[in-house]
Each structure stands twice: as structure tokens, then as C-alpha cells.
């Protein structure tokens, strides 16, 4: 979804990258999304919170945007194999980190999702539910990863539900990471 909102806000800025982006999901769904920029810094609020929001800056102007549901499903999904991503890595439990040590075909925010999601699952094997990616904040976009020198740190627990994490290369920060425990009811 991220990789997608980015690649649309790129075209429609006709920017090569964009940055001080902040991506934020509301919520799940299963429906199709369209996305919706407008330049400016705030908006109206939507009759219905949308799916997830949006905003960054591409060519020294501000922009924000929603995702809001559709009719419809999408017409495909498809899963990424995130074990061969976490068999490329080393968990650091004391530490509170992951790093990747190999090389991968996945796209940069993928690797970072996969890692972090397996980071959660080691430091808090018994939490209920799953965790799930809710937040990107980062100074640009698009990223790039090497072969190896990712890493993911966990650095704050905010409540029992909601985690921020450091992402690095090569010890340098190029954004935030944030999970939240979604609990089935």
C-alpha cells in the first residue's frame, strides 16, 4: 500500500522523491482504495474517517492525502514470503534489534515490515493478537537498502499496544517504524 500511495503522489507531483513523509493507517479493510492528494497542509474532515492519511512534501510544496474505501475488492493479493526475509537477519533480543545480513529482491518498505514484525514476535512472544504495521514516517522517499546494514531498533513502547522503531543503514536513521497489537475481538 505504501509503496503504491508513494508512487502515486510522485506521478501526480511530478517529483523523482518526495520527503517529510508521514504515512498513518486508520484502519484495515477490505475493499478497494483511491487515493485523494491536495496541496496545502490541512483538510476538511471526511464524512468517514478514511482508511489511512498522508502527508509529505515534493517539489518545495506541501501536500496531504487520504485513502478512502471503494467499491469492490482487489483482484489480487498476494503475500510476500517474509521468512526468507527474517532467515537473511540476526535478532538481537537484548538489544531490542534486528539487522539484515544478506541480500533481497523485496522492496525496501517490505524488508522493513517483515523485520519488524518478526522483532515484535521475539520480544513479545505471548501478546495477543498480531502485530501489525500502522505507521512510516521518514525525511525521504523513495528508500533504498543495501545488501546488508538495515537495521530495526525498538524504541519506545507507547502504552501496551503501540511500539515506534528506528530504522537504520548502516547506523544512520532514515525513518521511523511504527506497530500497533491488533486484538480479533
Given at each position: 500500500m505504501l509503496n503504491a500511495v508513494c508512487a502515486a503522489a510522485m506521478r501526480q507531483t511530478g517529483s523523482d522523491g518526495i520527503s517529510r513523509l508521514n504515512f498513518m493507517i486508520n484502519r484495515m479493510t477490505p475493499h478497494n482504495l483511491s487515493?485523494?492528494?491536495e496541496q496545502g497542509e490541512t483538510r476538511a474532515a471526511a464524512a468517514q474517517p478514511p482508511v489511512a492519511t498522508l502527508s509529505f512534501e515534493a517539489n518545495d510544496q506541501s501536500w496531504h492525502g487520504t485513502l478512502a474505501e471503494e467499491s469492490g475488492e482487489p483482484v489480487c493479493r498476494y503475500p510476500y514470503d517474509e521468512e526468507s526475509i527474517i532467515a537473511l537477519c540476526r535478532i538481537d533480543q537484548s538489544g531490542r534489534s534486528i539487522s539484515l545480513e544478506g541480500e533481497t529482491d523485496f522492496t525496501p518498505i517490505?524488508?522493513?515490515v517483515a523485520m519488524t514484525k518478526a522483532l515484535h514476535q521475539a520480544l513479545y512472544p505471548d501478546a495477543p493478537g498480531k502485530w501489525v504495521f500502522c505507521r512510516w514516517e521518514s525525511?525521504?522517499?523513495p528508500i533504498t537498502i543495501p545488501a546488508s546494514g538495515l537495521s530495526v531498533m525498538l524504541s519506545?513502547?507507547?502504552g501496551s499496544r503501540l511500539t515506534k522503531s528506528a530504522?537504520?543503514?548502516?547506523g544512520e536513521r532514515i525513518g521511523w517504524v511504527y506497530f500497533s497489537a491488533r486484538v480479533e475481538p
Open positions: 487515493v485523494d492528494l517490505e524488508v522493513v525525511e525521504h522517499w519506545k513502547t507507547l530504522v537504520a543503514v548502516g
